[in-house]
Structures are given as C-alpha cells and as structure tokens.
C-alpha cells in the first residue's frame, strides 16, 4: 500500500503561481510512475502531467504545457507540480496517484492506471 498526501493549494490571481506536493508513504517502486489529475465540479478526472520515478520522464496535458511542470525527489519520496501562469479554467481539485508500472503517454493519461491516490487539493483561480 502507497498513501499519498497532497498539499500547496490555495486561492491565487490569473497570472499567479502554486506549487503542489504529494509525499508518499513508502519508498517508490523504481518502476512506478507519479502523476497529476484535476477534477472540475460536474466533470470528470482529467490527465495533468505525469512523470516515471527511476528515469524522470515527462508527459503533458496540451492545455499545460509551457505553463507547469512536474518534479520529483526520489530522496523524500515527493513529487511536485510547479504551476505557474495560472488561469481561471485551472480552478479544480488536484490530486496526485501513482501507477505501479510506468508506460507511453497513452497509458500514463488514464486514471484507471493509477491504483494509489492521495485526497485532493483544492486550486481556485480567481481575482
């Protein structure tokens, strides 16, 4: 089992910056991948970003490319996304989950490939 725990949601302007953190539980399966979801009020869970934890490789929602980016710290067990440029169409809650097995962007982008999932942080963009 793999609990993760979201923080660094918040309120912030069009234009602003938020920085998102998903601690693990345990050590990362070397073959595992992090990745990140958003979920508008009525709609369902949307592929954000993702990246493997052994080779740090990156995949990208169109809509976010440019604008955020997902990191990791095997050391802390941590994963991170950086979003800046923030626009009002990026309000949802965000969660981070982990896939036991890394894969292609294809794979990576389905939430049903993602057993593990933390609880959710709350982005508003707003002015």
């Known amino acids: 089992q793999v609990q993760l725990v979201e923080s660094g949601g918040g309120l912030v302007q069009p234009g602003g910056s938020l920085r998102l953190s998903c601690t693990a539980s345990r050590r990362m399966f070397s073959t595992s991948a992090m990745g990140w979801f958003l979920q508008a009020p009525g709609k369902e869970r949307v592929f954000v970003a993702s990246i493997s934890w052994s080779a740090g490789s990156t995949y990208y929602a169109d809509s976010v490319k440019g604008r955020f980016t997902i990191s990791r710290d095997n050391a802390k067990n941590a994963g991170y996304l950086q979003m800046n440029s923030l626009k009002p169409e990026d309000t949802a809650v965000y969660y981070c989950?982990?896939?036991?097995?890394?894969?292609?962007?294809?794979?990576?982008?389905?939430?049903?490939?993602?057993?593990?999932w933390g609880q959710g942080t709350q982005v508003t963009v707003s002015s």
């Open positions: 989950a982990v896939a036991v097995l890394s894969g292609t962007s294809y794979y990576l982008q389905n939430p049903e490939n993602y057993p593990y």
